[in-house]
């Protein structure tokens, strides 16, 4: 049995939405461990590497889940070798999703002097209870086409300098 806390939460491996405030029974095999993301989350993902640099990063992929009303995210970034960061050299991103019937909203506010690696984010949105229609991002309506169906839900890819604010309706 998990106890999910009241809100829209999904499990991570399947997507699956669930309405908390209750007890439910999950079944799930041995060699998992359920694990369940809050509704308004977003979660980096970042290639597996077995040291810093191994792999080139050319983007960072976000992936944000619908939920009930605003909710906040952090991101903690430096070079992940060194003192740089002593040195004022690292990043917090705030991520701030607005849940709303049919729209939501993901912007970002960053405060620091770290320059990432990768030049794009891919930004998926999982569990939409709409059928997207329209985008603006920075505020420009942009072209629906750059909005892409995928399996998890919908996915597009904007460069980092110049992405501040998301709305899909």
């Known amino acids: 049995f998990v106890y999910l806390p009241k809100g829209i939460w999904y499990h991570l ?5 669930y309405d908390g405030g209750k007890e439910l029974s999950i079944l799930t095999p041995i060699d998992h461990i359920p694990v369940f993301v809050a509704g308004g989350a977003v979660l980096p993902y970042f290639p597996v590497q077995q040291y810093v640099g191994e792999k080139t990063i050319d983007s960072l992929t976000m992936v944000c889940y619908f939920g009930n009303g605003t909710k906040q995210n952090s991101l ?3 070079a992940g070798d060194g003192y740089a960061y002593e040195k004022g050299e690292y990043n917090i991103n705030t991520w ?3 849940s709303d019937g049919n729209r939501f909203e ?3 506010d960053t405060k620091g002097h770290y320059e990432p690696e990768y030049a794009d984010f891919s930004i998926i949105i999982k569990g939409l209870p709409f ?3 329209k985008i603006w991002l920075n505020h420009n309506e942009e072209d629906f086409n750059l909005l ?8 597009i890819s904007v460069k980092r300098k110049l992405f501040l604010h998301l709305v899909i309706q």
């Open 13 to 17: 491996f399947t997507d699956e939405k």
């Open 106 to 108: 993901l912007m970002l």
């Open 148 to 155: 892409q169906k995928v399996e998890q839900g919908y996915k």
């Open 131 to 133: 059928i997207p229609g």
């Open 96 to 98: 701030t999703t607005v």
């Open 76 to 78: 903690y970034e430096d």
